[in-house]
Structure formats: structure tokens, C-alpha cells
């Protein structure tokens, strides 16, 4: 029999891969908890075990298959009875993942992330039968009232303020993978951001595919508004901006960024050439010229920036 915490299932969750990752698994923590699963840290006493996976790049996939194959071994020699592999890996491969890797017992897309408990509680009903919930083209909901058990060390978390991508870059699957951009309320950030800061947390990492675009998908670029609402906030924090596509990162951005020493000068910039021909054949949408002075502006705002 499965060990059971009074009635409890006991639930081990693995996060592969980057922050935005890193989230979606709080979010599922957060389900977990609330309900009938307690989480554990070790996978050979779990009675489920969920890998939420990554698959930007080649050695990402093998990664991934890796862990499951080596987690599988716990439904021999441990107490699991439910594998499911969640994220990048199961949207990726939702076609034939099941198929090609039999040990799972479930599949869970790159959205979906609360439905974790019902997904579980139908494979232990159902035992011998795979599920799966990947949406064939994942665009994240407004994850406005999205809860989250955080799972970093308690002074600092990650805020996704915004999920996928509008940029479709030649090179990238990550609009396949995470769907179009999809990006939250500024009141919800704020508020979230607000409960993190009450709680103690002093490190306040935004994080999304393309924080610069934020809002884009609502109609106009909204990130100085969101910059300067955290501004507003009162309290001993500090923020730091991660994956600020160049494009769309204006001078508003940051005159907001430069007016709070609470934002860090710290950037987080992905350029991925400077040649102008390889910038064409990415579909980057932008030239040598334009990132060189993007990167002047930058230094002339925020003089003692660290990229
Ligand atoms: S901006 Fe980044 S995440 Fe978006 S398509 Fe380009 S490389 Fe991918």
C-alpha cells in the first residue's frame, strides 16, 4: 500500500530548467497543499511523483528524459504509483511522448499547472491508464488569482509578470512551447509583490519570456506603468528586471528604472548577435546599429549599469 500521511498522498515535485519554470511548479505546490497531497523532498517516499520539465534545447529534452527514466525507478523500489511529467517536454512531444516513454503515467502541458490535483487523483483512480492535458496551442489564461506556494529561499521570489511570446524569432520554439505573450494586471503584480514584500521578502526578481513587451498584448507597451506602481510601494526591497527583449524596451522603461534605487541596476538583455545578416536570418527585427545604441542609452541613464 502506498505510504499515507493521515489520509494524505505524499507528492514529490521536480523543477528542470529556468525561473519561469520555477513558478508554474509553485503553482502546482500550491494546489498540492491545499488539498488532500503532502509534499516531501524525498522522491522514494512519494506515492506520486511530478517532473515539470524543460525542452528549449536538445540537451534540455535528453535532460528531461533522463530524470524520468531515472524517477521511474521508484515505482519498483519505492512507494510511487503515479509519474506525470508537466512543461516544456509534454507540450513539445504531447503527440507520442506516452507512447515513447511508457513509465509515465500522465502528461501535463505548459498551462493547466492548477489542474494538477484532479490530473493526479484521476490516475490513482485509473491506475494502468495514461492521461493527458497538453492544449495543442498553449496560451496561458490571465493568471491573475494564480496562487503559489513559494519555493525559493524566503528573502527572495520570482514574479512572472507575463507568459510566452509574440517575437517568433527563427530560431526559437518558445512561442510553440509557451503560446503567444499573455500578460497579467498591474494591480495583481502589485498586490503580489506587496504580499512577498510583508512576508519579508526583500529580492524581487520580475521574470517573464519578454518582460519589455509587457501589456503589448493588451494593446500598448506597459511595463514603466508597472515599474512605477512598484515604485509607489512603501517598504525596504529591491527589484530586478530579467529578460528585457531589446526592441521594445524604451527610454520611459528607463527614466522609471533610473528614478528607484530599489531597482537595481542590473539588466538582463539577450542580444544573441550583433552581426546585421545573422540578425536577419533570426528574425531579431533589429540591426548592429540599433543595439549599439540601445546600449549607450542604457549607459547614459543608468551610468553604473551591469548587464
Ligand atoms: S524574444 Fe526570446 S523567447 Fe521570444 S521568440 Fe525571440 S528568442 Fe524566443
Request: aromatic fraction near 8%.
Amino acid at each position: 500500500m502506498p505510504a499515507q500521511t493521515a489520509g494524505r498522498v505524499k507528492v514529490y515535485v521536480e523543477t528542470l530548467g529556468c525561473s519561469k519554470n520555477w513558478v508554474d511548479s509553485e503553482t502546482m505546490l500550491h494546489h498540492l497543499s491545499q488539498n488532500h497531497y503532502t509534499l516531501t523532498l524525498e522522491p522514494q517516499e512519494a506515492d506520486a511523483l511530478v517532473v515539470n520539465t524543460r525542452s528549449f534545447l536538445t540537451s534540455d529534452t535528453e535532460e528531461s528524459v533522463q530524470r524520468i527514466l531515472k524517477l521511474s525507478e521508484f515505482k519498483k523500489t519505492g512507494h510511487c504509483s503515479a509519474l506525470v511529467a508537466a512543461g516544456c517536454l509534454s507540450q513539445r512531444y504531447r503527440e507520442d511522448l506516452l507512447q515513447e516513454l511508457p513509465e509515465l503515467d500522465a502528461l501535463l502541458g505548459s498551462q493547466d499547472f492548477g489542474e494538477i490535483v484532479p490530473l493526479l487523483d484521476q490516475v490513482r483512480r485509473e491506475p494502468g491508464k495514461q492521461l493527458s492535458l497538453v492544449q495543442p496551442k498553449p496560451h496561458y489564461q490571465q493568471f491573475e488569482d494564480q496562487e503559489k506556494q513559494q519555493s525559493t529561499p524566503r528573502h527572495f521570489a520570482y514574479v512572472k509578470i507575463a507568459e510566452g511570446c509574440s517575437n517568433m524569432c527563427s530560431f526559437c520554439n518558445i512561442p510553440t512551447l509557451r503560446g503567444l505573450l499573455s500578460s497579467r494586471s498591474v494591480p495583481s503584480i502589485v498586490n503580489e509583490i506587496q504580499q512577498l514584500v510583508s512576508r519579508g521578502v526583500k529580492e524581487i526578481n520580475l521574470i517573464s519570456q519578454d518582460t519589455s513587451s509587457f501589456g503589448r498584448d493588451r494593446g500598448q507597451l506597459e511595463l514603466t506603468e508597472l515599474l512605477c506602481s512598484i515604485s509607489s510601494l512603501e517598504g525596504d526591497f529591491w527589484v530586478h528586471l530579467f529578460y528585457c527583449y531589446p526592441n521594445t524596451f524604451t527610454g520611459d522603461v528607463l527614466a522609471a528604472f533610473a528614478a528607484d534605487k530599489r531597482f537595481r541596476a542590473y539588466l538582463d538583455m539577450p542580444f544573441q548577435h550583433i552581426e546585421d545578416n545573422v540578425l536577419r536570418k533570426m528574425d531579431r527585427k533589429i540591426t548592429r546599429l540599433q543595439i549599439e545604441q540601445k546600449i549607450q542609452e542604457v549607459k547614459r541613464i543608468l551610468s553604473e549599469v551591469a548587464w
